[in-house]
């Protein structure tokens, strides 16, 4: 079956510009989390949802950093004023019963 | 604060032989989990380790959980070239959180 997509695969802005970066998660699965990875690390939490609400966003790093999920399905990070160092690959990943989280091919951000 | 600590960060080794990834963390924890990412590419789970005690095996690979001693091993015996990649560990850090932390990753490269 399908498993979780995310898009663009590549993203490249400017400095200052705002960004949505989305995420179908595998059908069925109520349990949606955002990563982000850099270069040479390992995956950091951001957000986690279940169904439609934000279970635990104390992995966001600041209040330009904001997702949603309305309909406990897709999910938009949005990420406003970029900068520099938000450039990282944004992983997605979506769970059906908490033991594991199949992750997405990511979205690559480059912020210029 | 958990922390997640992999060693060693860089593996180089010949096809046949056998070696011992190490993942150590730092606070309390009944579910870690393992990882692979191959280059330019997601993460693919591997293991889900939930108890102490716990061992999985998938092939060539090895994981254990010792949650007294905080450390998971990833065992890989008689190394192919698919191997070839970066494995990571990754720790929920208690009861009733979905986050996962991740440590830094192994990067494995095998020889023939």
């Known amino acids: 079956g399908a498993g979780v997509s995310q898009t663009p695969s590549n993203k490249v802005t400017e400095k200052g510009k705002y960004v949505e970066l989305r995420c179908d998660p595998i059908?069925?699965?109520?349990?949606l989390y955002w990563y982000r990875q850099s270069l040479g690390q390992g995956p950091e939490f951001l957000i986690y949802?279940?169904?439609?609400?934000?279970?635990?966003d104390s992995g966001l790093p600041n209040d330009r950093f904001f997702a949603v999920r309305p309909e406990g399905s897709v999910s938009t990070l949005k990420i406003q004023r970029t900068e520099r160092g938000d450039s990282a690959v944004y992983l997605c990943?979506?769970?059906?019963?908490?033991?594991?989280?199949?992750f997405g091919p990511g979205t690559r951000l480059t912020v210029l | 604060e958990l922390k997640v600590e992999q060693n060693p960060l860089f593996l180089s080794m010949q096809e046949g032989k056998n070696y011992t990834i190490y993942c150590n963390y730092s606070?309390?924890?009944?579910?870690l989990y393992w990882y692979r990412q191959d280059p330019g590419k997601s993460l693919e789970s591997l293991f889900v380790?939930?108890?102490?005690?716990a061992v999985k095996q998938e092939g060539r690979l090895m994981a254990s959980l010792d949650t007294k001693a905080r450390l998971s091993t990833l065992h890989i015996t008689a190394a192919v070239h698919d191997l070839s990649a970066t494995y990571f560990c990754?720790?929920?850090?208690?009861?009733?959180?979905?986050?996962?932390?991740f440590g830094k990753g192994t990067k494995l490269s095998v020889i023939p």
């Open positions: 380790l939930l108890s102490n005690g």
């Open positions: 990943a979506s769970s059906s019963d908490r033991l594991t989280q199949y």
């Open positions: 606070t309390t924890s009944d579910r």
């Open positions: 990754a720790v929920e850090p208690g009861a009733g959180s979905y986050q996962l932390t």
């Open positions: 059908s069925g699965h109520t349990a």
């Open positions: 949802f279940q169904g439609t609400g934000a279970a635990d």
